[in-house]
């Protein structure tokens, strides 16, 4: 008798084996999951801090009239002007 595996079909001879595959199954479907939600997670943080930066950087441009450069330097100039006419 075969005893097939219900999440990918394989056939095997014991039903331990056929179980066997289930459970692996499962248990990288569970690390999916996980996966997931940790990168959903990461997403929410990664886009608080970029608001978070993005308004301070705004206010120091409202402020002094200049974007300060990662370097330490400051320019009249946003970063996308910066590349748009390559003064990098």
Known sequence: MLYCCETCGKRYSTEEQALDCEKVHAEEKAKKEELSKAREG???????????FYDAY????ND????PLINGEFSKFSPLERIIFNML
């Open 42 to 52: 990461r997403v929410k943080e990664v886009d608080s801090l970029f608001k978070t």
């Open 58 to 61: 705004k206010s120091f441009y």
């Open 64 to 67: 002094y009239g200049t974007y």
